[in-house]
T-cell receptor, first 109, second 116 residues
């Protein structure tokens, strides 16, 4: 993904909270998605932010700051099944999604 | 409801052979995307169709790759001749609008291609 920056790997403990940060290019910005991808599976939609602020959805929350070109995904009460790759995605092309390379999260007991 | 359906799920082929990947988007979706995923490059958009018309094929690697969408319920991605560097997972995805306008993009399970 062009101009999307997120950590390559993270490790966290079951039951803990983890924050995955993402920075993106602000020009032509139309919205910021987070997708989850388990190994060997297709990406699935987690969240979409177009306005500044925090969007909460169960254990997962996503935050956006348009002026800073910054987003984060917050995962609470981590479970083993949350081990996956988390993809920060912007839509600056106007029609398709521009995927980052993802952050591989490992949840340990 | 059926999701995006891709075939084949797995294919192993010899270098130089033709490969055809198939996709049936979710009924009613007017946008279709072909993505390729590798460890090195992540998910890359290959081509985007809207209402069966190719809108952006700038991601298609080279002339060996071609894609068609003859109707709203079917698309193909063809590689001819295939090369080992084409080995990747190829995802088809569809959306009710353009992905850039905030519409969720739904992915198929992918076609895992290995060219030996």
């Amino acid at each position: 993904g062009q101009n999307i920056d997120q950590p390559t790997e993270m490790t966290a403990t079951e039951g803990a909270i983890v924050q995955i940060n993402c920075t993106y290019q602000t020009s032509g910005f139309n919205g910021l998605f987070w997708y989850q991808q388990h190994a060997g599976e297709a990406p699935t939609f987690l969240s979409y932010n177009v306005l500044d602020g925090l969007e909460e959805k169960g254990r997962f929350s996503s935050f956006l700051s348009r002026s800073k070109g910054y987003s984060y995904l917050l995962l609470k009460e981590l479970q083993m099944k949350d081990s996956a790759s988390y993809l920060c995605v912007d839509s600056n092309s106007g029609y398709a999604l521009n995927f980052g390379k993802g952050t591989s999260l490992l949840v340990t007991p | 409801d059926a999701g995006v359906i891709q075939s084949p799920r797995h294919e192993v082929t010899e270098m130089g052979q033709e490969v055809t990947l198939r996709c049936k988007p979710i009924s009613g979706h007017n946008s279709l995307f072909w993505y390729r995923q590798t460890m090195m490059r992540g998910l890359e958009l290959l081509i985007y169709f809207n209402n069966n018309v190719p809108i952006d094929d700038s991601g298609m690697p080279e002339d060996r790759f071609s894609a068609k969408m003859p109707n709203a319920s079917f698309s193909t991605l063809k590689i001819q001749p295939s090369e080992p560097r084409d080995s990747a997972v190829y995802f088809c995805a569809s959306s009710a609008g353009t992905g850039g306008s905030g519409n969720t993009i739904y992915f198929g399970e992918g076609s895992w291609l290995t060219v030996v």
